[in-house]
């Protein structure tokens, strides 16, 4: 769940080319052991559809874990309730019904119809002792005949990840700090194509973000794709377009996801993750955005190919 702060990314670049800092030359708050994606989602069962698990505190943002790497724990518990290798994850949607915390956590699992080619599960994370936390659905299909295309254009003239700037770069003189969060200073980094830093004096006019993501420890797999849980927890990156539209504010807000859905569209094969976040519609204190990923190649010169395309729903909470 994200708030404004780590929505816009801590200090996000202005998207314009130029030197690249990736904040090597600054001391982290946090400890330097980093538990990878494939740890954090690793999952141990217990009984029936019962896992164990434990989210570590490098994935929290403020002051929560980001939620789109709870919903890849439920996922891996998923996948292992299944143990069907023909069918892979196509589609997911959590709802964030309850907080989870990073540390012990219990993945409840329920197989609601298994079939030759498609199967549903639902699975909920919670922290021991709560009543509830998030739930996913999860639908996994195998390979099936049908039509080919992508009908959604990939950002224009995007700069290569090297020529944009980190998330991690330090902040001009004077200019409002944001204390980083583990997430986004261990786990993943981030550089700026299309968008903002908060200091920025700019006149807002787009609800759209365009990101370069990375993992610090790729999570790829032997066949050389990534794990595709990793994109979902990119896609879980959208209340930066909104921040993008409204511009600086005196009063700071904040944007808990209310649901995530994510539709996994293709293998990605790059380290490097192009993100297009768009915020197509804000009123009675929601809004809602989508994010389409795509994998451009090792080096980001590729022809773009969509592997995923993400909607959610979140609120607005202000600061006193």
Same mark, same amino acid.
């Given at each position: ?8 990314? !801590?200090?996000?670049?202005?998207? @314009?080319?130029?030197? /690249? ?15 990878? +994606? ?16 434990? /989210? ?16 890849? +724990? ?15 994850? @196509? ?29 549903? #599960? ?67 980094? !981030?550089?700026? /194509? ?26 790829? +797999? ?70 389409? #990923?795509?994998?451009? !190649? ?16 979140? +609120? ?5």
């Amino acid at each position: 769940m994200l708030t404004r702060e780590n929505a816009r990314q !801590g200090p996000i670049g202005t998207g @314009r080319p130029g030197p /690249v800092d990736t904040g090597r030359g600054r001391r982290s708050p946090f400890a330097i052991v980093t538990e990878s +994606l494939s740890s954090t989602t690793a999952v141990t069962k217990v009984a029936g559809g019962r896992y164990r698990g434990t /989210v570590d505190d490098s994935w929290n943002l403020r002051p929560l874990p980001q939620g789109g790497v709870v919903t890849a +724990l439920a996922l891996r518990a998923m996948g292992d309730h299944l143990d069907d290798s023909g069918q892979e994850l @196509r589609v997911l949607h959590t709802s964030f019904v309850a907080q989870v915390t990073s540390g012990p956590v219990t993945v409840d699992v329920e197989l609601l119809r298994r079939g030759r080619s498609m199967s549903h #599960l639902r699975a909920e994370v919670t922290n021991p002792g709560a009543a509830r936390g998030h739930i996913t659905t999860g639908i996994f299909g195998s390979s099936r005949t049908g039509f080919a295309f992508t009908d959604l254009r990939p950002p224009d003239n995007v700069p290569l990840p090297g020529a944009c700037r980190s998330f991690r770069q330090p902040p001009p003189p004077g200019a409002e700090l944001f204390p980083p969060t583990p997430f986004w200073d261990r786990q993943v980094e !981030g550089r700026t /194509v299309v968008g903002h830093a908060p200091w920025d004096e700019y006149v807002p006019e787009r609800a759209e973000h365009v990101i370069w993501y990375r993992f610090d420890r790729a999570p790829m +797999l032997d066949d050389g794709s990534m794990d595709p849980l990793a994109l979902v927890v990119l896609a879980d990156t959208m209340p930066g377009a909104v921040a993008e539209k409204v511009g600086r504010k005196d009063r700071a807000w904040f944007a808990p996801s209310v649901d995530l859905t994510v539709h996994i569209l293709d293998r990605c094969r790059s380290p490097w993750v192009l993100a297009h976040n768009r915020a197509r519609f804000a009123g009675d204190g929601y809004a809602s955005a989508d994010n389409a #990923l795509w994998d451009c !190649g090792v080096d980001g010169s590729a022809p773009p190919r969509l592997v995923a395309y993400a909607t959610q729903l979140f +609120l607005f909470s202000f600061g006193s």
